[in-house]
């Protein structure tokens, strides 16, 4: 944009936004009332949005509005005036999730030569997967820019076509190392007079291996080209790659090198090894609105455990090396659709996955590499959501976490595996809830007469009751008499027990009540609010956990009758307090976090998202007729995603975008590997942590 239509465009705006005396335009500057002899570019840039004052062009500026875009992230605005300003070489590091795309896209889109159909840029990426999210959203910002071609270049697929793409004039090609490599041997592309090379998740390619593929393709362009490096961690490698292809390149960091983000909370549960899976199950279930990738370290676990959680009624599906194209775009499909709400992949599979709104990154195993965890953990908090990274550990691997600890420069929350009646009153509040917040198709009404008629004499609570049990007793009869899975010493004994146990004074109680993140509470304002209420101190209330629409806490049992005598019927702005002794103590009083908080889930909703919507989510919950997670209460009833299902003799049941083992495509060279070489656990002990 020329500086005359920058000042008829943020003049008009002007005069749009502001209620002026007068106002004189000489030797660019302004004159208004209020202000008084201003530069141009100051007193211009109060009325330009965010992305306009990075000096994007007009074309580009359309596009950001179509796709809603209000303001640029972090490392978009400090990346992209620099790419547009010089003429120069860059290392960005940010943590995926960030818009390291649009950091790089906009400003090469507003560089290209849209005239010119040779090809100027290249840009390479670990994954099929992402490779084909990079073309769309290259070609969604250039939308408005007439003749500009981008063209994807990846295995899986026919190398001819996509050699006659390229030749039919592609400025910008996205490939895979490999598939790259494979065209430039047999001379199908040239890339010697591009005038742009950027390297996306550059960590992820030299971690699956492509180092000299990338060291190879980069000698065959020229040396006077900008290289654009983004990458979330700058290992040994990256570092190597910089030195050799790039000149004083400009640096671009967000937050902390190598740190995680700040909108991911971390948290991990110990159990015996044997319980790995039962637990997955259970923090599935203690969350009806899961939506999670479930992380593996090899492509037999991960097929195992989908099968497994499709054979219990979970919707689920694997995603590793060896499925073809076809069944991989599939399986992403139905994940983007919530068609599936656990996704369980290898790390190499999951790179270049981006899906909004992942609530939980479920780390079945650790992987072999510390870096890889925090890409793993990447997959969710995006775009200023938050998101929850769990953790599922063995004894003998507790010392992995204070090792993650230190390179992601954050603490964990050591919980417990919620109790089998635990789930169960977090399932039967989510009913309640769900029932409350469906809207009432009015097709029913010609058939209430008969219904009425049929539940004639039944009392309010009766109906509740009955309601409730349908959809819920296989679930209760499930859970009742499961064992604790949280290692308690002393033996297992059954969660419910005919008799109320004996509450002694110096034992924790636990209590259930009916307040939760829907009433503005986070786990700090709720203990907050029942330390002043009960007048307790510091340490005597711990272990809170929020969910969306009820709670738990701990006190010692000296308090018990305080509890239930002041908070029972207590009146919170017109809401009426309900509090009830959970059958589980929640555990010892000395489990803490490693900063020194009570442990036991003391952050906002178990979905990772406080704050968020109390409306139903299409594709979560628990129950009725729609796709959904939790417990699976009618073997008779149609299909429904996610929970437990009792039974367990039948068939395993396919789900849309699960595969049958015999589908099985020969493996690809592209993204094949499972385990990445990299730091291991093991090495990181004889090591000083890495200063930020």
């Not at 996509?162 to 090609?173: E, F, H, L, S, T």
């Not at 009806?288 to 979970?314: M, W």
């Not at 965890?373 to 969710?380: A, D, E, I, K, V």
């Amino acid at each position: 944009m020329s500086e005359n239509q920058l000042l008829r465009h943020s003049v008009t705006k002007f005069y749009c936004c502001v209620k002026v005396n007068f106002l004189i335009i000489k030797e660019k500057q302004i004159s208004v009332y209020g202000f008084k002899n201003l530069p141009l570019h100051q007193i211009l840039k109060l009325y330009m949005n965010k992305f306009e004052q990075l000096g994007l062009n007009e074309s580009l500026l359309l596009a950001i509005k179509d796709l809603g875009f209000e303001n640029p992230s972090e490392v978009q605005e400090k990346a992209i005036p620099v790419l547009l300003e010089q003429n120069t070489d860059l290392v960005a590091l940010a943590q995926t999730g960030t818009g390291k795309t649009a950091a790089f896209g906009f400003p090469l889109i507003q560089k290209i030569d849209a005239e010119n159909k040779n090809t100027q840029a290249l840009i390479l990426s670990p994954t099929r997967e992402l490779c084909l999210q990079i073309t769309n959203e290259i070609k969604q910002y250039s939308k408005y820019v007439k003749g500009l071609h981008t063209v994807a270049v990846y295995g899986g697929a026919s190398i001819t076509e996509q050699a006659r793409d390229v030749k039919r004039g592609a400025q910008i090609i996205v490939a895979t190392p490999g598939r790259m490599q494979d065209m430039i041997n047999r001379g199908l592309v040239n890339i010697k007079n591009i005038n742009f090379c950027i390297l996306d998740e550059a960590d992820e390619m030299l971690n699956m291996g492509f180092y000299e593929d990338i060291v190879s393709i980069l000698s065959d362009t020229p040396d006077d080209k900008n290289t654009w490096l983004f990458s979330a961690t700058m290992p040994a490698e990256v570092a190597r790659i910089a030195k050799k292809f790039m000149h004083e390149p400009a640096e671009v960091t967000v937050g902390t090198k190598n740190s995680g983000s700040a909108t991911v909370s971390h948290e991990f549960y110990c159990v015996n090894a044997r319980d790995r899976y039962e637990a997955l199950k259970r923090l599935a279930d203690a969350n009806p609105d899961i939506f999670s990738v479930v992380f593996c370290r090899t492509k037999r676990d991960t097929q195992a455990v989908a099968e497994k959680l499709i054979e219990d009624g979970y919707n689920a599906a694997a995603l590793h090396g060896d499925l073809s194209q076809a069944q991989r775009d599939g399986v992403m499909k139905s994940f983007r659709g919530r068609q599936i709400q656990m996704l369980v992949a290898t790390d190499v599979a999951a790179r270049g996955i981006d899906v909004d709104n992942i609530t939980h990154v479920v780390n079945y195993q650790l992987p072999d590499e510390i870096e890889t965890y925090n890409h793993r953990s990447g997959r969710t908090g995006r775009a200023g959501k938050l998101g929850t990274s769990i953790v599922i550990i063995t004894k003998s691997e507790l010392r992995k976490i204070s090792s993650i600890e230190r390179i992601i420069q954050q603490k964990f929350v050591e919980k417990t595996i919620p109790s089998g009646i635990e789930i169960c009153e977090i399932q039967l509040l989510h009913l309640a809830n769900k029932i409350k917040d469906t809207e009432v198709d009015h097709e029913i009404d010609n058939y209430l007469p008969a219904i009425n008629e049929v539940l004639d004499g039944l009392t309010k609570e009766e109906l509740i009751k009955k309601m409730v049990s349908v959809e819920f007793n296989r679930f209760i009869n499930y859970y009742k008499k499961k064992r604790d899975l949280s290692g308690e010493k002393g033996g297992e004994r059954s969660e419910r027990s005919s008799e109320p146990r004996e509450i002694r004074a110096g034992d924790p109680v636990r209590y259930f009540v009916n307040i939760g993140s829907r009433d503005d509470f986070d786990w700090m304002q709720l203990k907050d609010f029942l330390k002043e209420t009960l007048d307790l101190g510091r340490d005597d209330v711990f272990k809170v956990d929020v969910k969306e629409g009820f709670s738990f806490f701990n006190t010692d049992g000296e308090h018990t009758d305080k509890v239930m005598s002041i908070l029972n019927g207590f009146d919170m702005n017109g809401r009426r307090i309900n509090v009830e002794i959970s059958k589980n103590d929640g555990g010892s009083r000395e489990r803490r976090d490693h900063n020194g908080r009570s442990g036991g889930g003391e952050r906002r909703s178990s979905g990772g998202f406080g704050g968020r919507s109390s409306a139903p989510r299409s594709g979560g919950g628990s129950f009725g007729p729609r796709k959904e997670g939790g417990f699976r209460s009618d073997r008779n009833s149609a299909p429904r995603e996610g929970g437990f299902r009792s039974d367990r003799d039948a068939a395993p049941r396919r789900e849309p975008g699960s595969f049958q083992r015999e589908e099985r495509a020969p493996r690809r060279s592209e993204g094949s590997a499972d385990r990445p070489a990299g730091r291991s656990f093991d090495d990181a002990k004889a090591r000083r942590p890495r200063k930020s």
